[in-house]
Nanobody, 123 residues
Framework: QVQPVESGGGLVQAGGSLRLSCAAS????????MGWYRQAPGKQRELVAS???????NYADPVKGRITISRDNGKNTVYLQMGSLKPEKTDVYYC?????????????????WGQGTQVTVSS
């Protein structure tokens, strides 16, 4: 069973930077897409950025130019580098391991979610 675990959240001042990490353990295949989502209090979870095994990236329009996503396939880890952070209410960032390609040729489209890590940007 794939279990993503996020880390790196915390309190940061406006204009600062922060890097989040997510290690996904338990996979016996290739995790096709790993992504970062954020959820503000009382709102729906939304995509921040995602990356495939081939390092193809996808960014939400509001974060383009301020966020960089990367991954280490050997370590089953995805990173989210955030810069020029703006004041906002505390958000929870979730890591998603989406889709597994097995050596046998079989493919799973199931999504595995981490428990989240809080990020607060102070004014």
């Amino acid at each position: 069973q794939v279990q993503p675990v996020e880390s790196g959240g915390g309190l940061v001042q406006a204009g600062g930077s922060l890097r989040l990490s997510c290690a996904a353990s338990g996979s016996i295949g290739s995790i096709i897409t790993m992504g970062w989502y954020r959820q503000a209090p009382g709102k729906q979870r939304e995509l921040v950025a995602s990356i495939t095994t081939g390092d193809s990236t996808n960014y939400a329009d509001p974060v383009k130019g301020r966020i960089t996503i990367s991954r280490d396939n050997g370590k089953n880890t995805v990173y989210l580098q955030m810069g020029s952070l703006k004041p906002e209410k505390t958000d929870v960032y979730y890591c998603d391991a989406d889709g597994i390609q097995y050596p046998s040729g079989c493919r799973s489209n199931r999504a595995y979610w981490g428990q989240g890590t809080q990020v607060t940007v102070s004014s």
